[in-house]
């Protein structure tokens, strides 16, 4: 569905435009918003980088790069000439203070040509090591001073553990004040992950049962299926702790697991969030092996082909101990969730791509049926599928056909692409466009990137100081190492991720 209110005039300045995250994210999605006429007419992108590009050499760059990742496909050449006009290159140096003057006086131009005053939007596309520095010379140069129209995004990693993500909200604090900083989780963009709150509060039905009476245990799992691909030189560095849990699981656990908020309003939901961060039970340097697991991918099958394992990857050194997957088994101290068990899992080279909530409910109180008629029992499990599938699925018991009473799993499925006739948006169209409406409902707050770091950092400071012996400890193509089981409570077991769209299933035997 089109948004219905377009954003005021605006200049959208992306530091870094010349790289990879431009190319490849954020200049479609802003294709793909001009599409649905979610654009002002009175729109500039600004893209900066180092490199000299010569305005022909920038725009074709650009042009391939929306015909190969917008949702509408290859671009025509009039919706390319509309979109073409927005778009502007300025080469610079992030440090050099003529920089900021000659965007600060290329704003003033657009702003004067318009005869409008334009909000101002400066987005850092690049490495971390310019987190600090850009805002820096924003300030400055007077670009951060309007509180409503200037606003600073940044992308992940947001810090390397908890002291350095203290510096850099420092850092931006020093230039920007909270209301104008928009740190990103694509996952937030999400569509699958938005409705999580759409069904826990929009839905009366639910709310009764999310608590530690009907719930035994919750498992988010966030599957990839890929190795680090040419990211090698970068991941080597964070690991999967940093790159997926520190971010987008905790985020993930934040609305699974968050009190019902009062109203929409932004800081409204993200205290709910950070509530749920400062009630995970602290980890204890001593429990780290008890209640955390990480693995590294050694050579495997995946898609039917041979995978190479993790230090053969471009980039990564043949002695690399960077664990390439993790699993924590985490506790809720409070009044929902008290003794139920919350097992996260990411990895790279698994068994198959699937990102999923799986929330467990408790078995009946008292099973009434004969033993026989339960072959094949299951407790009741509600599957939150976030992609590749975007759907949910409620597994039940429901009698199967036959003079005898015979129970069976069945379930009983949500489709987004069945129930609704609109593609989803890309993550970042929904978050770019928040940030041009100023809403920072999908962002994550100073408090909640510092809440999840101390909550990570007992594991980071264990895992540093204690390095690997088994890695390589999974093949690729599997499910991650075999110690991950030892996580479990009696009883409980990682869910086998079921696609959405299941054959249909044979009918058992009637005896
Ligand atoms: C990024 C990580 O934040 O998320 C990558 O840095 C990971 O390592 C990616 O592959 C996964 O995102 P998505 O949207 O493909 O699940």
Redesign the pocket.
């Known amino acids: 569905m089109k948004p219905t209110e377009q954003p005021a005039p605006t200049v959208f300045a992306i530091f870094g435009g010349g790289g990879d995250l431009a190319w490849r994210k954020l200049i479609p999605a802003l294709f793909d918003l001009s599409q649905d006429r979610s654009l002002p007419a009175q729109f500039a992108i600004i893209a900066i980088d180092r490199v000299a590009l010569g305005d022909r050499e920038f725009k074709q760059r650009l042009r391939a790069g929306i015909s190969q990742f917008s949702r509408f496909g290859k671009v025509t050449t009039a919706a390319w000439n509309q979109f073409a006009k927005h778009l502007f290159y300025q080469q610079g140096d992030f440090k050099k203070a003529a920089t900021y003057a000659a965007l600060a006086a290329q704003c003033a131009a657009f702003e004067k040509g318009w005869g409008a005053q334009a909000q101002r939007i400066f987005y850092m596309a690049t490495p971390p090591s310019m987190f600090g520095e850009i805002p820096k010379q924003l300030g400055k140069a007077g670009l951060a001073a309007d509180r409503q129209r200037s606003r600073l995004v940044i992308e ?1 990693p947001f810090g390397y553990d908890l002291d350095s993500a203290r510096a850099l909200n420092a850092a931006l604090g020093a230039s920007f004040d909270e209301s104008q900083i928009f740190r990103i989780d ?2 937030l963009g999400k569509e699958t992950v938005q409705n999580i709150l759409a069904f826990r509060f929009a839905n009366p039905i639910f709310e009764p049962i999310w608590n530690r009476s009907y719930v035994d245990s919750v498992t988010i799992t ?1 599957a ?1 299926e890929v190795g680090v691909e040419h ?1 090698g030189g970068y ?1 080597e560095h964070a690991g999967a702790l940093r ?2 849990v520190q ?2 699981l905790m985020q993930v656990l934040c609305l699974v697991a968050m009190e019902p908020m009062v109203s929409f309003e932004a800081d409204e939901i993200r205290n709910k969030k950070v509530d749920v961060l400062h009630a995970v039970r602290p980890i204890r340097p001593e429990a780290v092996h008890l209640c955390a697991v990480r693995g590294q991918y050694g050579a495997g099958r995946s898609g039917g082909k041979r995978a190479r394992g993790y230090r053969e990857e471009e980039g990564v050194a043949a002695d690399s101990q960077t664990e390439t997957f993790a699993a924590l088994r985490l506790q809720i101290d409070n009044w929902r969730w008290q003794g139920v068990p919350f097992y996260l899992r990411t990895g790279k080279c698994l068994a198959r791509q699937t ?1 999923e909530v799986v929330i467990q409910f408790r078995a009946v109180p008292h099973q009434a049926f004969p033993p026989d008629a339960s072959l094949g029992w299951k407790p009741s499990r509600l599957v939150i599928s976030i ?1 590749p599938d975007e759907g949910i699925v409620l597994g039940f018991q429901a009698k199967h056909p036959g003079p005898e009473m015979q129970l069976r799993p069945v379930d009983m499925r949500f489709d987004y692409r069945e129930s609704f006739d609109a593609p989803s948006p890309d ?1 970042y169209e929904t978050l770019l466009w928040d940030v041009m409406k100023n809403d920072a409902t999908l962002f994550m707050r100073a408090d909640q990137i510092e809440a999840a770091w101390k909550l990570l950092q007992p594991v980071l400071d264990v895992w540093s100081a204690n390095p690997p012996s088994d890695f390589p400890n999974y093949a690729a193509g599997s499910w991650g190492p075999e110690s991950t089981q030892e996580l479990l409570e009696t009883g409980h077991h990682w869910p086998v991720p079921t696609p959405l769209r299941t054959p249909r299933v044979r009918p058992a035997r009637q005896r």
């Open positions: 992940k694509h996952y966030v990839e990211r991941y790159d997926m971010n987008h990102s992609q993550a």
